[in-house]
């Protein structure tokens, strides 16, 4: 009697056997000093260990089924939050939207701007602008918080 191919389940301390030829029921295991042993056992046992085998390559399958999916489903989320699609109205508003903030950010003291440029568009830190400019971080906070207070009367105008 052959035993059909299963798929190995890496934690799965024995392996099980059948010798046709002289009909015994065989378990095999590393022992702790990992060295394979081979035990002799009922016809019972084999069918029951085979048994609990089956069971776990049943759940196994089943909570590799359920991790494929939930991974699609958030992959599939992911993709659509990304490439969201935008009507063409939108995009044109954004576009105007975006010419109006260069011109306001263009308007705005050296320091304000290029501060502004670095930390929004270049996402750089506060930390990495004062060592940039040998300035403390506190000054590019502030100068950053300004810049934003100027912008938004710029805008409204």
Not at 104 to 125: C, H
């Amino acid at each position: 009697m052959q035993r059909p191919k299963r798929r190995r389940y890496k934690d799965n301390p024995y392996r099980l056997e059948i010798d046709n030829v002289c009909k015994v029921y065989i378990v095999s295991f590393k022992d702790s000093r990992g060295i394979i042993q081979k035990v002799e056992i009922s016809e019972e046992i084999f069918n029951a260990l085979d048994k609990f085998e089956l069971e776990d390559l049943s759940e196994m399958n089943e909570y590799d089924n359920h991790i494929e999916h939930s991974e699609i489903f958030e992959n599939n989320l992911n993709s659509r939050a990304i490439n969201k699609s935008i009507s063409l109205e939108d995009e044109v508003i954004n576009k105007c939207a975006f010419e109006e903030l260069k011109k306001a950010i263009d308007k705005l003291p050296n320091v304000q701007k290029r501060r502004i440029k670095k930390y929004y568009f270049q996402e750089k830190t506060e930390r990495e602008i004062a060592e940039e400019e040998n300035a403390t971080q506190q000054s590019v906070h502030i100068v950053l918080k300004r810049a934003l207070e100027n912008l938004k009367k710029i805008l409204k105008k």
